[in-house]
């Protein structure tokens, strides 16, 4: 079993900058790959970023996000930048790790 804590949310103007954490309860190794995903009210779960043996973006974010990882702390982070009022979402972390794992979110507010 693998929990997953997001944090680093929060509300911020556009144009503005917010760097998400997600520190994982055990070692995960790297050919696990782990990514990010969000959830605007009223729309599906959708894809944002991953890490593992190679990254990969959504389009509506490349060249605005950037995703890392730590091994040794076992944590990725997403640093999000030129964040637009359609941002605003609940972000999730994911570890592909048998059926997977999710953590319980953060939520991320965009607005002037």
């Known amino acids: 079993q693998v929990q997953l804590v997001e944090s680093g949310g929060g509300l911020v103007q556009p144009g503005g900058s917010l760097r998400l954490s997600c520190a994982a309860s055990?070692?995960?190794?790297?050919?696990?790959?782990m990514a990010w995903y969000r959830q605007a009210p009223g729309k599906q779960r959708e894809f944002v970023a991953v890490v593992g043996r190679y990254m990969n973006y959504a389009d509506s974010v490349k060249g605005r996000f950037t995703i890392s990882r730590d091994n040794a702390k076992n944590t990725i982070y997403l640093q999000m930048n030129n964040l637009k009022p359609e941002d605003t979402a609940v972000y999730y972390c994911f570890a592909q790790i048998g059926t997977g794992y999710w953590g319980q979110g953060t939520q991320v507010t965009v607005s002037s």
């Open positions: 055990a070692s995960i190794s790297r050919d696990n790959a």
